[in-house]
Each structure stands twice: as C-alpha cells, then as structure tokens.
C-alpha cells in the first residue's frame, strides 16, 4: 500500500528556512514522480516542485524557484523540500504526492497518491 507522510512543517520568520520531508512506505522512489504541492486559505492548490529519479528530473513553479530546492534520499525513500527566503505568501498546508511513471514537468494535474499535509507559517 502506497503511503506519504510529511513532516518538518512549522511557524518560521520571514526570510527563515524549513525542510520538509515525504517518507514514503510500500513503494520505491525509482519509478514514481514525487510532487510537492500547497494550499493556503481560500485558495486552490497548486503544484510547487517535483521529482523524478534524480535532481536533474526535477521541476519548480516559477514562485519558488530560487528559493526552495527539491532531493530525494533513495536510502531512506524520503523526499525533501528545502524553503529558503521563505515568504509570508508561501504560508499553505504542504503535502507531496506521488505516481507512478509519470515524467516531472510543469503538470501537476492527476497525482494519485497523497500525504496529509504539514502547516507551513511564515509569520513575524
């Protein structure tokens, strides 16, 4: 059974940092795209970075590129989402999402497998 779990969320200043990890259980890494994603208040969710096999797979919304950077430890079958220069804006529910064999591009439309979601606040 496919299983995500998110964690590391929290409150951080702005300009701080945070990292989230996706731990992933009952699948391997190698042939799914790993997707992070956000949802703040009354707004939709949109798709924030993704990956596929290895960093050079990997995709950014043009609202975080720069300052947030995508990996993944195949040892440990967790993805990691690193947040720099965080922004009062990017405070959203944060979850990754995987599927299967899909490539990482600018789609985020159609993930099948998600996580719960960790609270990311970005408050002074």
């Known amino acids: 059974q496919v299983q995500l779990v998110e964690s590391g969320g929290g409150l951080v200043q702005p300009g701080g940092s945070l990292r989230l990890s996706c731990a992933a259980s009952?699948?391997?890494?190698?042939?799914?795209?790993i997707g992070w994603f956000r949802q703040a208040p009354g707004k939709e969710r949109e798709g924030v970075s993704c990956?596929?096999?290895?960093?050079?797979?990997?995709h950014y919304a043009d609202s975080v590129k720069g300052r947030f950077t995508i990996s993944r430890d195949t040892a440990k079958n967790t993805v990691y989402l690193q947040m720099n220069s965080l922004k009062p804006e990017d405070t959203a529910v944060y979850y990754c999402?995987?599927?299967?064999?899909?490539?990482?591009?600018?789609?985020?439309?159609?993930?099948?497998?998600w996580g719960q979601g960790t609270q990311v606040t970005v408050s002074s």
């Open positions: 999402a995987a599927d299967w064999g899909r490539a990482c591009s600018g789609d985020y439309q159609g993930y099948k497998n």
């Open positions: 009952g699948f391997t890494l190698d042939y799914y795209a």
């Open positions: 990956i596929r096999n290895t960093a050079s797979r990997s």
